[in-house]
């Protein structure tokens, strides 16, 4: 069963860049959409980004100025890079895996990873 | 591209139905059959209990069913029980090959 494990530095400046890992374990990591989305403290989910394991790449019209998604096969892991961040960044980060066969759901989530843009 | 709109919290008590709504526009919800639905309990992350509007995953009870009609998708939990006290999601994949969530509706059990 697949599993993903995000991690990051917990707390990030204002105006700096948050850079954030998924590592895919208990499956491939070919053939699949990745995606990054993120929850505020107490508000609703937010999609982020996906990349697919050749590179291709879509992102939220709101956040693509600022977003980078990556991948790296050979490590399994998926990569988030947001730059210039502020207070309004602050939230839960998951990654997910949209399930097979449908570009309608995540089936897969990770634990989340809580970042706090702060100076 | 704007959230999909859901009451922002609904009630019941246990063993009657509710219903949460989530509305969207032409170029998410009524474009295609790509809406899930997700449960969160707090401090977890979203399972998803329906996908592609009526469908459920393997494991998730049949007291959740979903529908569409235009840009408006449903789910319905029958039999609450208090376990099912969460946040639940609606989201939907648009035109534009991106995702898009709604606010959120807080279920509470009475």
């Known amino acids: 069963q697949v599993q993903l494990q995000e991690s990051g530095p917990g707390l990030v400046r204002p105006s700096e860049t948050l850079s954030l890992t998924c590592a895919v374990s208990g499956g491939s990591i070919s053939s699949n959409y990745w995606s990054w989305i993120r929850q505020p403290p107490e508000k609703g989910l937010e999609w982020i980004a996906y990349?697919?394991?050749?590179?291709?790449?879509n992102y939220n019209p709101s956040l693509k100025s600022r977003v980078t998604i990556s991948v790296d096969t050979s490590k399994r892991q998926i990569s988030l890079k947001l730059s210039s961040v502020t207070a309004a960044d602050t939230a839960v980060y998951f990654c997910?895996?949209?399930?097979?066969?449908?570009?309608?759901?995540?089936?897969?989530w990770g634990q989340g990873t809580k970042v706090t843009v702060s100076s | 591209q704007s959230a999909l709109t859901q009451p922002a919290s609904v009630s019941g008590s246990p063993g009657q139905s509710i219903t949460i709504s989530c509305t969207g526009t032409?170029?998410?919800?009524?474009?295609?059959?790509?809406v899930s639905w997700y449960q969160q309990h707090p401090g977890k992350a979203p399972k998803v209990i329906i996908y592609?509007?009526?469908y459920r995953p393997s494991g998730v009870s049949n007291r959740f069913s979903g529908s569409k009609s235009d840009n408006t998708a449903s789910l319905t939990i029958s039999g609450l029980q208090a376990e099912d006290e969460a946040d639940y999601y609606c989201s939907s994949f648009t035109v534009s090959s991106t995702w898009v969530f709604g606010g959120g509706t807080k279920l509470t059990v009475l």
């Open positions: 592609d509007v009526t």
């Open positions: 997910a895996r949209k399930q097979e066969g449908t570009w309608g759901t995540f089936d897969i």
């Open positions: 990349i697919y394991h050749s590179g291709s790449t």
């Open positions: 032409s170029t998410d919800v009524d474009a295609y059959n790509y």
